[in-house]
């Protein structure tokens, strides 16, 4: 690769895409790699800025910015040790916009001015890899940007950027970089599988009929996007020994996860959190820092053959837009195990004024960028 005067460039091979910019109206290669200039050309150049330009010149030391975004690619999506074969094959597909199997999980983008963009074959719950990707961002001269991880992601939906920040790199320093991910990719996404869901619902209030269930018609519409149903429901007042036989009656019955509503607070008629305690569950937190949602309780039944989520709701999660249960429902429904660490590293980001405009990002409403 060498520098030379635009003017003098007739015949020269680009080395790389050459964006124009409208604003307001496009912004696009007006010359990709590979093209030969000709002399009608140079206005065009000239008119994008570029008085100079870079053209072909081998050198077996350095990797080019679309090799190397390959490289990010296979980073993100595969793992350095996955098939090449398979890898090859997969960005062939992107050039020609044809994507086969449902084994895959993520494919990529064409090359484009130097970019790769990793795109979503199925929905699900992405995973992101916060070391790794830390790691290769701090090599310097690449980047790979993700989406927020722990989100619900659907077919289609774009899930990474990847380049290098110059035109040319060397080929050691990306090889070190790429060996973060010999043990695996960046990205994962984790298909929804529970679809059986048990909603306890308690308070002496609904049970007496004295005010209508309208939490039961929250949960069940906000489980159905994940393709789970309520498959058991039963009205409990508040005796936590009724509570309690009402989660392991659903669990025997099936359900893949309880969710209790109501009778979560610290007023001493409340028993919800203590009927799931007698269950037997392994508690994982009661409390969480995220507003709305502090009095949230989570807890794993073992039912011998699986593990059960028991939720204990509180009464936000029926009015509010956006909740800790919207944190942590795509999770619970791909069974992705939740830690208490995890749980108490929400509280950055955890305050949501549930506005049009989101400042809540953990919650995957937001609308970035």
């Known amino acids: 690769m060498k520098l030379m005067k635009t003017t003098e460039a007739v015949g020269q091979v680009l080395c790389?895409?050459?964006?124009?910019?409208?604003?307001?109206?496009?912004k696009d290669a007006v010359f990709r790699k590979g093209h030969i200039i000709t002399k009608e050309d140079i206005p065009v150049l000239l008119s994008v800025g570029k008085d100079t330009i870079y053209i072909w010149e081998n050198d077996e030391t350095m990797m080019h910015e679309n090799e190397a975004a390959e490289v990010l690619y296979r980073m993100s999506a595969c793992g350095t040790n996955s098939n090449e074969t398979d890898v090859e094959r997969h960005c062939e597909a992107?050039?020609?916009?044809?994507f086969g199997g449902t084994a895959s999980k993520m494919h990529p983008s064409t090359v484009k001015?130097?970019?790769?963009e990793v795109i979503a074959d199925c929905d699900?719950?992405?995973?992101?890899?916060?070391?790794?990707?830390?790691?290769?961002?701090?090599?310097?001269?690449?980047?790979?940007?993700t989406r927020h991880g722990n989100t619900t992601v659907k077919k289609g939906d774009k899930l990474a950027g990847t380049r290098i920040i110059p035109l040319v790199i060397k080929k050691d320093k990306l090889e070190a970089a790429s060996h973060i991910c010999d043990d695996g990719?960046?990205?994962?996404?984790?298909?929804?599988?529970?679809?059986?869901?048990?909603?306890?619902?308690?308070?002496?209030?609904?049970?007496?009929?004295?005010?209508?269930?309208?939490?039961?018609?929250?949960?069940?519409?906000?489980?159905?996007?994940?393709?789970?149903?309520?498959?058991?429901?039963?009205?409990?007042?508040?005796?936590?020994?009724k509570i309690t036989d009402g989660c392991l009656r659903a669990i025997e019955a099936g359900a893949e996860i309880v969710f209790c509503t109501g009778g979560m607070s610290v007023d001493p008629d409340d028993k919800t959190p203590l009927a799931i305690k007698n269950t037997g569950a392994?508690?994982?937190?009661?409390?969480?820092?995220?507003?709305?949602?502090?009095?949230?309780?989570?807890?794993?039944?073992?039912?011998?053959?699986?593990?059960v989520p028991i939720c204990g709701?509180?009464?936000?999660?029926?009015?509010?837009?956006?909740?800790?249960?919207?944190?942590?429902?795509?999770?619970?429904m791909a069974c992705d195990m939740i830690l208490a660490d995890e749980l108490a590293g929400l509280g950055e980001?955890?305050?949501c004024l549930n506005c049009d405009v989101c400042t809540f990002p953990n919650c995957g409403f937001g609308k970035g960028f």
């Open 16 to 26: 790389h895409d050459i964006t124009q910019i409208i604003p307001g109206v496009k």
């Open 94 to 98: 992107a050039e020609s916009g044809v």
């Open 113 to 116: 001015e130097g970019k790769i």
């Open 124 to 145: 699900g719950l992405l995973k992101v890899d916060s070391e790794k990707l830390k790691k290769v961002n701090s090599f310097g001269e690449m980047m790979i940007a």
């Open 185 to 241: 990719p960046i990205l994962d996404i984790k298909p929804f599988v529970v679809r059986k869901a048990a909603i306890i619902t308690t308070g002496n209030e609904v049970f007496h009929g004295r005010i209508q269930d309208a939490f039961t018609p929250v949960i069940e519409k906000k489980i159905a996007e994940f393709g789970a149903q309520m498959m058991f429901h039963e009205v409990f007042d508040d005796d936590d020994q």
């Open 282 to 307: 392994r508690i994982v937190s009661y409390g969480s820092p995220v507003l709305p949602g502090a009095m949230f309780l989570l807890s794993y039944y073992d039912a011998g053959d699986r593990l």
């Open 313 to 332: 709701l509180p009464g936000c999660a029926m009015y509010n837009k956006r909740t800790i249960f919207d944190i942590v429902l795509p999770r619970l």
């Open 349 to 351: 980001g955890g305050l």
